[in-house]
Structure formats: C-alpha cells, structure tokens
C-alpha cells in the first residue's frame, strides 16, 4: 500500500466536498453541514487555510482541512477530516492529522484545535494520541447551531 499526503489546490475543491460528503456518510449525524459541502465552501476553506488529499495507491480516499482562528492565525482549527468507508480500519486517517501538525509546526503555529461530536466520543482517544487534550473552556467556531455543542481539543505546538 502505497499512501502519500498531498496539499490541496483550488482545483482539488470538487475532490474534497465529495470526499467529506462520502467519508461522512454513515458515520457522522444527518443534521452535519458536512453532508451539505460544496466545492464553493472549500474552495472558500482551502483559500483561507488550507487541505491535504490522502492518496493510497494513487486514489484519493480522504482529506483534511484547517483554518486561522478568526482574529488569531497563530491557531488552526482543523475540520472536515474523513477517510472513505472502504479504507476505515487501516489506520490511515493518522497521516492526515500527522500532516496538520507537521505543517503547523513549519508555518510557526502555536496552536491546534478540532471539535469531537457528541455522536463520536471514541474520536477522543485517537486525538488524544496525538497530544491533543480536552479544552472544556474552548468554543468551537464551526459548530453547527442546530446541534449539541462539540466538545474542543486542543494541541499546543510552542
């Protein structure tokens, strides 16, 4: 198996919101705005922040997304991380989020944050592996109006 970790172009906006749309299905609530991407939004994303394409054998199978913190660009928040159905239980969705970091640490970010559903608490342990910590004081900026509050994690680079 063959995986690299790319950096999405404006061109790769389609890729991602249909690659969202299909790691999520199933998995995350109906009620997502997930489920509802469009390339116009990540497009919007990607200009703002920025993605990576994860690619197994040359097919993209899933991505990742941040943005600056609004009124903070030292803090990222990532969104919109998803891996295919088919490729769930390979592991694979850890060089994503091993790519943020990365990327973060070389732009000079001092701060990581994600949101975990309430649907998805088992996503705790898997951040939690990667230095990211509960941040019940936080807000997620993203979160959805319509739905339970997620709760924050947090990872300090500096």
């Known amino acids: 198996m063959n995986i690299v970790v790319r950096e999405a172009k404006d061109g790769d ?3 991602l ?12 609530s109906v009620t997502s705005s997930g489920h509802r991407e469009t390339a116009v939004q990540v497009a919007e994303h990607l200009r703002a922040g920025g993605g990576f394409v994860l690619l197994v054998d040359e097919l993209a199978v899933g991505s990742v997304r941040w943005l ?26 850890q060089h994503l989020l091993e790519a943020v970091i990365h990327h973060g640490l070389d732009c000079g970010v001092e701060e990581l944050r994600l949101a975990v559903r309430t649907d ?8 939690s592996a990667f230095g ?5 004081e936080l807000e997620y900026s ?15 680079l500096r």
């Open 68 to 93: 600056p913190l609004d009124g903070d660009a030292r803090v990222w928040e990532i969104l919109r991380m998803g891996v295919l159905p088919a490729q769930c239980g390979d592991n694979i969705s």
């Open 132 to 136: 990211f910590e509960l941040a019940e």
């Open 13 to 15: 906006a389609r890729l």
């Open 17 to 28: 919101a249909e690659l969202t749309r299909a790691a999520w299905a199933g998995k995350v």
């Open 120 to 127: 998805q608490p088992q996503l705790r342990d898997f951040y």
């Open 142 to 156: 993203h979160a959805n109006p319509l739905e339970p509050a997620p709760s924050v994690m947090r990872r300090l």
